[in-house]
């Protein structure tokens, strides 16, 4: 494992593998339970022919992640927080996707309830990262050396005598670019694969930056 590009292969060729050995199994399981995706009847009429499609694919896709992760991956403290949000992220869409199963509408559970999770999420991923895992709270401005000090105004807090430090500006930008991404990725989200197609292209790059990262 001492070569990144050797380690990288093998990642995605695990990842395939797993996914394709459960996809299967996942679909068959859908169709016999008779779950699919339901179509809004004041949408295009051509998609009404996809009405029942397998849906809920995020549970392989965050499955495959997850294994592959703590398989192949680096356990530090960095690491641990991205999955952790990944996951909660993940468990989110989930609960979504089983609410417009359950209810039997394309609608799933309303957007004040993802905005709130999604807000909360992004405040413990931002205290984790600062407390937890010591990073800065700078944010680096892209094509510059220069960066954003978001923990200037900082307070701390003392729970069970533990110092917390809160870096309120931070928290507000990070709950914008997470819950501004993660909703950028639904609403592109259909039953023609073109969240798919799109999410493939960014983690392209995102895979470029983390092979030149190590």
């Not at 169709?31 to 397998?54: A, M, Y």
């Not at 200037?152 to 931070?170: D, E, K, M």
């Amino acid at each position: 494992m001492r070569f990144p590009t050797y380690t990288i292969f093998l990642t995605a060729v695990l990842a395939l593998v797993i996914i394709a050995a459960m996809s299967p199994f996942w679909i068959r399981l859908l169709k016999s339970r008779g779950i699919g995706q339901n179509v809004r009847v004041d949408g295009p009429q051509g998609h009404l022919l996809k009405e029942g499609t397998p849906t809920m694919g995020g549970v392989l896709i965050l499955t495959t992640v997850v294994i592959t992760f703590l398989l192949m991956g680096r356990l530090d403290k960095v690491a641990v927080i991205a999955l952790t949000i990944t996951i909660a992220c993940g468990l989110l869409g989930l609960v979504d996707d089983a609410s417009k199963i359950l209810r039997e509408r394309s609608l799933g559970v309303t957007a004040r309830y993802k905005l709130s999770v999604l807000s909360v999420i992004s405040i413990v991923v931002g205290l984790l990262a600062v407390n937890y895992a010591g990073l800065s709270s700078n944010v680096a401005v892209p094509l510059t050396d220069s960066s954003l000090a978001m923990g200037r105004y900082a307070f701390s807090l003392s729970v069970a005598g533990t110092s917390i430090t809160v870096p309120w500006i931070y928290l507000v930008f990070l709950i914008l670019l997470i819950v501004g991404t993660a909703n950028t990725v639904n609403l592109t989200d259909g039953l023609d694969g073109l969240a798919a197609g799109t999410v493939t292209i960014v983690m392209l790059a995102y895979a470029g930056i983390a092979f030149r990262q190590g």
